[in-house]
C-alpha cells in the first residue's frame, strides 16, 4: 500500500512527509504509527533497535506507557532522494510528575511506495519545570497550524 508522499521528495513534499510523521507520533496510537514503516522497517532508538511493524508497535506502546501528556514537534533539516534528516523536540512527563523535554534528530529512509523502512534516531533528554513547558495544544488534536515550531521557539 502506497504512502504518498513519494521519494523523490521537493522540499514542499519532504516538509509534509514530516508534518504527517509528527500528528502520527503525537496520536499516540502505536498501531497507526506502525502504518507508516515497511513490514521490515529497522530503527535504532536509544538503546533499543525494533525491527518489523510488530516490535515497532510493542517499542510504542512501552514508550507512551511511561512518556505521559507527551507532545512531539518535528522539523524538516535535510533531504534527497528517498532521504529525510529531521530534527524534533518532544515534552513529556513520568508518573511521579517530572517533566522532560527530549530533543533529537533522526535519519529516515523511504522505500518506492513511501514506507520507512529505516530510522535512526539520537535522543537526550533534559528535565524541566511544569513552568518551562512550551507545548500547550489540546493532545486529543494535531498541533494546530498557528503554533510555533521548533526554530520559531528557540529550540
Same mark, same amino acid.
Given at each position: 500500500?502506497?504512502?504518498?508522499?513519494?521519494?523523490?521528495?521537493?522540499?514542499?513534499?519532504?516538509?509534509?512527509?514530516?508534518?504527517?510523521? !509528527?500528528?502520527?507520533?503525537?496520536?499516540?496510537d502505536?498501531?497507526? &504509527?506502525?502504518? @507508516? /514503516?515497511?513490514?521490515?522497517?529497522?530503527?535504532? *532508538?536509544?538503546?533499543?533497535?525494533?525491527?518489523?511493524?510488530?516490535?515497532?508497535?510493542?517499542?510504542?506502546?512501552?514508550?507512551?506507557?511511561?512518556?505521559?501528556?507527551?507532545?512531539?514537534?518535528? !522539523?524538516?533539516?535535510?533531504?534527497?532522494?528517498?532521504?529525510?534528516? &529531521?530534527?524534533? @523536540? /518532544?515534552?513529556?512527563?513520568?508518573?511521579?510528575? *517530572?517533566?522532560?523535554?527530549?530533543?533529537?534528530?533522526?535519519?529516515?529512509?523511504?522505500?518506492?511506495e513511501?514506507?520507512?523502512?529505516?530510522?535512526?534516531?539520537?535522543?537526550?533528554?533534559?528535565?524541566?519545570?511544569?513552568?518551562?513547558?512550551?507545548?500547550?495544544?489540546?493532545?486529543?488534536?494535531?498541533?494546530?497550524?498557528?503554533?510555533?515550531g521548533?526554530?520559531?521557539?528557540?529550540?
Open positions: 500500500m502506497a504512502r504518498p508522499p513519494l521519494p523523490p521528495f521537493t522540499r514542499e513534499t519532504a516538509i509534509q512527509k514530516v508534518r504527517m510523521a !509528527e500528528d502520527a507520533w503525537n496520536s499516540c502505536p498501531e497507526r &504509527v506502525s502504518l @507508516a /514503516y515497511t513490514e521490515d522497517s529497522q530503527w535504532r *532508538n536509544r538503546a533499543e533497535f525494533p525491527k518489523g511493524r510488530a516490535q515497532i508497535v510493542a517499542f510504542l506502546q512501552r514508550k507512551w506507557a511511561r512518556e505521559l501528556d507527551y507532545r512531539l514537534i518535528k !522539523e524538516l533539516w535535510a533531504f534527497e532522494g528517498n532521504r529525510i534528516a &529531521v530534527r524534533f @523536540a /518532544y515534552e513529556w512527563h513520568d508518573d511521579a510528575g *517530572n517533566w522532560f523535554r527530549s530533543y533529537g534528530n533522526e535519519n529516515w529512509e523511504f522505500d518506492a513511501g514506507l520507512m523502512r529505516l530510522r535512526y534516531a539520537s535522543i537526550n533528554d533534559l528535565p524541566i519545570t511544569a513552568a518551562d513547558r512550551k507545548y500547550h495544544w489540546d493532545r486529543s488534536k494535531p498541533r494546530p497550524a498557528d503554533h510555533p521548533l526554530s520559531d521557539l528557540g529550540l
